[in-house]
């Protein structure tokens, strides 16, 4: 068929209709083909060209390319929204846009006990006292044995041990840090102002009682230490971490390695002395064990307790962050649990 200007103006503007159409890819491809595809009614009038005169040939030539480019061109941005089109529908989504702002990590921090550990440790540290470390995996001898708790003596029945298999059948988890005592007077000389912070391992779990729980040891051995020193020490370390005016209370105790030896309660925060399930309807929580270092303690370092004396305390992290948050079970601290750690 002849090509006229009038018949390809007829092509292009069906060819766009058609484009705009179409629905899908094959509808599009389909256009393509009746109008400007090789095949295509415009392509046909090109080739057909040659049997028309010099100036019709310029005429319908300039007009078939006009239109044919301007049809591959839609076709192109047709093609390019269906497929998005198609895209989104199987995927669901927008494309990623790339200039968005990105979604930030929220920081993390540290965990409560660790927080709470560190704040002891610094209000240690103001008064004076240096920071020791010492094995996880202990030796009965420093474990039990030198701080005067002799083979079978019952009092060792007082912490429910983890053993460790060993040749020499002689390790344990450390049950207290109170070892470090002992490993530090072996290696140093009087005075003696230190404290030891790290986690030791019970066989018990309840609300208040974990496998594994953490400790601060203190130790102060010196020349003219009495138990007034130790009792304004503690006092000064509760003021510094529970603030002014909250109660404490000695009771006389008993541990191997102290004599005289005390426990040492704060009020219970959740109840303010009432009586509730935490504090087991006492109205008191025990936080610390302590005494003045017993001279058969010394024996085993080789001090002389004729020429000096000392005072020692282990307290439990977890009793003081639970009663400085007002948490009353310990288990939520080792749940791992981001809904109660992101509150601290
Ligand atoms: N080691 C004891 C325990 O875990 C706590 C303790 C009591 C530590 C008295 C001491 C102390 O240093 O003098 O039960």
Known sequence: MPGTPERIERLRSEGLAALAAARNESELLDAKGRY?????????????????????RKAVGAEANRARAELESVFDERLAAIREQERISREGVERLDVTLPGRREAPGHRHPISQTMADIISVFRRLGFSVQGGPDVEKDYYNFEALNFPPEHPARDMQDTFYIESEAGDLVLRTHTSPIQIRTME???????????????????????????????????????????????LTEFCRMTFGPG???RF????????????????????????????????????????????PSVF???????????????????????????????IRLFFENDIRFLSQF
């Open 36 to 56: 400007f595809g090789k095949k295509g009614a415009i392509s046909e009038i090109l080739k057909g060209i040659g049997a028309l005169s010099a100036e019709e």
């Open 187 to 233: 290696k140093t000389r009087p005075p003696v102002r230190i404290i030891a912070p790290g986690a030791v391992y019970r066989s018990d779990s309840d609300i208040t009682h974990s496998p594994m729980f953490h400790q601060v040891e203190g130790l102060a051995v010196d020349t003219g230490i009495t138990m007034g020193d130790l009792k304004g020490l």
């Open 246 to 248: 909250k109660p404490l």
């Open 251 to 294: 009771r006389p105790s008993y541990f191997p390695f102290t004599e005289p030896s005390a426990e040492v309660d704060i009020q219970c925060v959740i109840c303010l002395g009432r009586g509730c399930r935490v504090c087991k309807d006492s109205g008191w929580l025990e936080i610390l064990g302590a005494g003045m270092v017993d």
């Open 299 to 329: 024996g085993f370092v080789g001090y002389d307790p004729e020429e000096y004396s000392g005072f020692a305390f282990g307290m439990g992290v977890e009793r003081i962050a639970m009663l400085r948050h007002g948490i009353s079970d």
